[in-house]
């Protein structure tokens, strides 16, 4: 089982979330935990320091990827000449590749300083994923992370952010086998079949698969706290909170 929580937004946290989480994961013991961005609100130190405690303290193997809050937003000029300054100091590379029993994850960085809150992905990353699932184990479940979405509902909020080259990565990876895509950053959940979307042609769905924000009180459309699971078959449950249990429940 693999856990996937999204848009930590450390600085808005929810303790009660918090503990519910912990209560989860000593429950299920997932076999690794994906961040798919934005651990902080404002990309501060206290703010990362308090994510990656958090993290630690789980005592579960993680991957975490930034999002557009990991970089600073008002101090300008730690925005253009050391974005990932503190991001890098608690959480290390970039980009990392995490293999478990059951999941080969692919972590990737489309975050710009350039950008406000747009994904964006390079032909050099598009490649340089593609070597990885290529050689990946057969049998594993391959998943990339990426803060932004490759897909939204045309009116939804955020379609403006999906990276321009999504379609030309999901050709290639698609190739391989991939199983699908984690993101956060709408703090929406939902899961949309990219083969179909973008009519790839191939013969199996490629999941687009959205998480809502596990922990901030910063909630959109009404939705409440959320997680997604993926178990080893591959079928993808949605967790949310419930204020009156404080805890996630399968829905
Ligand atoms: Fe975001």
Known sequence: MLLHLS?????????????????????????????????????????????????????????????????????????????????????????????????????????????????????????????????APAHKLKLVVFHQPFYTFPNDHGDKDCPVLGKMALEQWGKTHLFGLLHGHLHKVAVHDLNQIFQLGFEYPICDIHAGTATSNRLRFGFSNSFNVILDNGVIEHYWFDEDKNSFEKH
Not at 56 to 75: A, C, K, R, W
Not at 95 to 108: A, L, P, R
Not at 113 to 128: K, N, P
């Open 7 to 135: 848009d930590l937004h450390f600085g808005t946290e929810r303790d009660v979330c918090l503990e519910a989480i912990r209560k989860f994961c000593k429950q299920y013991r997932p076999e690794a935990i994906v961040v798919s961005g934005d651990l902080t609100q404002r990309a501060r130190f206290n703010q990362f320091y308090a994510c990656r405690q958090f993290l630690d303290s789980l005592s579960i193997p993680y991957l975490v990827v930034p999002g557009n809050h990991d970089i600073p937003l008002y101090h300008v000029w730690n925005r253009f000449f050391s974005p990932f300054v503190r991001y890098q100091a608690f959480f290390g590379r970039l980009e990392t590749t995490m293999e478990t029993e059951h999941f080969y994850i692919v972590g990737m960085n489309s975050i710009r300083r350039r950008y406000h809150t747009r994904g964006h992905i390079s032909l050099e990353q598009i490649h340089e994923t593609y070597e990885k699932l290529k050689h």
